[in-house]
């Protein structure tokens, strides 16, 4: 999946999720991308309650639509009209079919004579780079509008090159002349060219000629002088110079002049050898530069190098001849590598200017794709024809939507709707609501709010609060999973079948905006939902998605179903701000937080009111859905007791130090909170039975149970100015002293 932030992320392993995933996430953290892609890549038989389905079911309507859902065991009988309008549909839904494979064939029929044309034109100008425009195959008439727009585009001027295989030899070629192109003796004009000069005009005595002997007699001369007589073995070795007065050693100015004469030759004669073989390496290259410069500019330049060699030759034989050579002596050699310069310049100006024709060739190249594109008769009759297939198919559609509503019309009659009414209604007022729905005067397939006083008063949908819009379109969207509900005779439990069309069902933050009271119906009613899924799983492969935002929810999604069936994931950012999902090991379900205390609270001021004044309260069967969620909390957190019913009787005595003489009290409370808790569970005729007194019973025993357990618990959740007053109205309810 690479939905928004995810990056190319899989889950499972590519493995199916199990029947039942709960996602839990932070605002941002990706949870709607992840229901974007269920939504976008498992379309069929997806039902889907989330923001955007309370606006188009409830929030923008002036009334209220029902469901196709039959009450009884008996189904709506099908009419000549329904089976009429079936068939109808059948045929036009084969006609947009039959539309798809042509408008498919011709849109790959235009992409393929397209492609020919783009293929022969790369080839006759030599050109690799140049592609087809996106989304070619899905929408060929846009790519030929595109190819269309680009014989309008200008190219600077015309190339001097019509094809690219051309232009690249050129271009070759010049970047080969670059890379011959070299000045001759650079290093040596630069550097070394005053040193060459200096070189030429010293004198250096080559050993053993006569010049070295002149330098020897001269010393014998000196030896007379200085009374020194070099047969004489006891002559004195050290003497003082009879010109400067310094003392110095006979055999030791023998031998040093010796080492000069030796040592500056040798330096002298290797240094010409190196820069000789230099000099002809140098020569070489001058031949190489063929047509590219001079042929007179190359002769001189040699010429001037064989003079060169001449005068080494000279300096090598006669070294202590002295050479003067004049600073233009290397102009020939100079004026060739400006001419090598210059070369190079004008060279590197071609290379530049080629890759300039490279771009103009390309846009040539793409006018004339585009000429041959929009002048083909096979591509613009084909186009024609796609235009009229998908006109055709739009008015397909149309009739077929017409014909869809139409049905809908005669499938949601009133008869039928009446049952969808009855069970709205029901749960509203199981919810203590002040307001239900009745049929509409202006159109009897839909719905009015109307209160619930005498006068049932109209109220209008955009009067109902932001929780009462999303919980009434909830119980639409519950109701609308399903074709038939049936309730036997004597049995409190429905059947209920679902639409042979459900797969798959995605709850997007069910239950955002919804109060305390109104989320544990919601809670109890969507894992209702997900056992009846299971319950089916074997015979209809729905599958179930729940994203939230709300830990609460993350834990009591889902509550007692098993690991076999559910899998929790949470979905957050990592380091680099990707969104990733992870598996949450069912340790880490134990921690949650909720609205414990705000309901607690609510039920110590229902238990306090006095019980002359109940007739005169309002919405009181709301009081049954708190109180079993006040116990199921406090028993679950406690005690791990996960089901707060007579089931568990035995345990909840057990744990809440409940004396058996008072089992009697226990299980009629447990009756009372749990029937009103359910909701349309039971049957509306053991709920309606149900007296404002009997829930404040019920209340008052749960509270009593709590106080006689853990008198600092109910304390805590009392505020500290009402706690006297209210401890001693439970002490004055006298529960477990006498019957309530």
Not at 162 to 170: K, R, V
Not at 206 to 228: C, D, F, M, R, Y
Request: hydrophobic share 35%; glycine share 4%.
């Amino acid at each position: 999946m690479s939905e928004k932030a995810f990056n190319n992320f899989t889950l499972n392993e590519g493995k199916d999720l199990k029947p039942i995933s709960v996602f839990f996430g932070r605002n941002g953290s990706g949870k709607s991308a992840v229901s974007a892609y269920l939504q976008e890549n498992y379309k069929e038989g997806m039902y889907v309650f989330d923001t955007n389905f309370v606006e188009r079911n409830v929030r923008s309507k002036a009334t209220i639509d029902g469901t196709n859902l039959v009450v009884g065991a008996e189904h709506i009988d099908r009419t000549d009209s329904i089976q009429q309008a079936k068939t109808v549909g059948s045929n036009l839904e084969k006609a947009i079919d039959s539309d798809n494979v042509r408008i498919d064939s011709i849109k790959k029929n235009i992409n393929a004579l397209m492609m020919a044309i783009i293929n022969d034109k790369k080839e006759s100008f030599g050109t690799a780079k140049i592609h087809q425009k996106a989304n070619a195959t899905r929408n060929p008439e846009n790519a030929f509008k595109l190819w269309k727009s680009e014989i309008s585009q200008s190219v600077d001027s015309s190339p001097e090159y019509m094809s690219i295989n051309e232009l690249n030899a050129d271009l070759v070629l010049t970047r080969e002349e670059l890379s011959g192109l070299n000045e001759v003796l650079q290093d040596f004009l630069i550097n070394r060219r005053e040193g060459f000069i200096s070189a030429m005009k010293n004198v250096v005595l080559k050993p053993g000629t006569s010049v070295e002997a002149a330098v020897a007699g001269w010393l014998e001369q000196g030896l007379q002088l200085h009374n020194i007589d070099s047969d004489d073995e006891e002559s004195e070795e050290n003497v003082k110079c009879l010109f400067c007065g310094s003392d110095f050693v006979v055999s030791d100015v023998k031998e040093s002049v010796h080492e000069r004469i030796s040592s500056e030759y040798v330096s002298l004669t290797k240094a010409i050898g190196r820069l000789k073989n230099q000099i002809i390496s140098e020569k070489d290259k001058i031949a190489k530069f063929g047509d590219l410069i001079s042929k007179e500019l190359q002769q001189e330049a040699e010429n001037n190098i064989d003079e060169m060699l001449g005068v080494l030759t000279t300096k090598l034989k006669h070294t202590d001849l002295p050479i003067e050579i004049d600073e233009k002596f290397f102009l020939r050699i100079e004026n060739l590598n400006a001419a090598i310069s210059d070369r190079e310049r004008h060279l590197k100006e071609k290379e530049k200017h080629l890759i300039l024709e490279t771009e103009k060739v390309e846009g040539i190249t793409k006018q004339a794709i585009g000429q041959a594109i929009v002048t083909n008769t096979e591509i613009t009759s084909a186009i024609k024809d796609l235009r009229k297939l998908e006109n055709d198919k739009s008015n397909d559609e149309k009739s077929s939507s017409l014909t869809n509503k139409y049905l809908v019309r005669l499938n949601n009659s009133s008869n039928n709707l009446e049952g969808f009414k009855e069970l709205m209604n029901q749960m509203l007022k199981s919810l203590g609501m002040g307001f239900c729905l009745q049929f509409s005067i202006n159109n009897a397939d839909s719905f009015d709010v109307v209160l619930t006083d005498s006068m049932e008063r109209p109220i209008g949908v955009k009067s109902l609060s932001e929780g009462e819009l999303r919980l009434i379109a909830f119980v639409k969207f519950y109701l609308s999973l399903f074709t038939n509900y049936d309730r036997a005779k004597g049995q409190k439990r429905a059947s209920w079948e679902f639409n042979s069309d459900v797969r798959e069902i995605v709850l997007d933050d069910p239950i955002t905006s919804i109060d305390s009271n109104n989320r544990y119906f919601m809670t109890n009613l969507i894992n209702k939902l997900l056992h009846q899924v299971l319950h089916v799983y074997s015979q209809q492969k729905i599958e179930v998605a729940i994203f939230t935002h709300s830990i609460y929810d993350f834990h009591n999604f889902a509550f007692r179903i098993g690991k076999q069936q559910l899998e929790r994931y949470q979905i957050m950012k990592n380091s680099l701000s990707e969104s990733i999902m992870e598996l949450v090991p069912e340790e880490q379900m134990s921690n949650y937080s909720d609205d414990y205390r705000t309901t607690f609270f609510e039920i110590i001021e229902f238990c306090s009111i006095n019980k002359k004044r109940l007739p005169e309260t309002h919405q009181y069967l709301r009081y049954g859905n708190q109180c079993r969620f006040i116990l199921e909390t406090h028993a679950r957190s406690n005690y791990n007791i996960s089901n707060v019913t007579n089931n568990s009787l035995r345990k909840i005595m057990e744990c809440y130090s409940i004396p058996s003489k008072d089992e009697e009290i226990i299980v009629g409370m447990l009756d009372v909170i749990n029937s009103l808790s359910h909701g349309i569970s039971y049957t509306w005729d053991f709920v309606s039975g149900i007296s404002a007194a009997e829930i404040q019973n019920a209340a008052r025993v749960m509270v009593w149970m709590l106080y006689e357990k853990d008198k600092m618990h109910v304390k805590a959740m009392v505020p500290e100015e009402k706690w006297h007053d209210f401890e001693q109205k439970i002490k004055n309810w006298e529960i477990g002293v006498k019957d309530v």
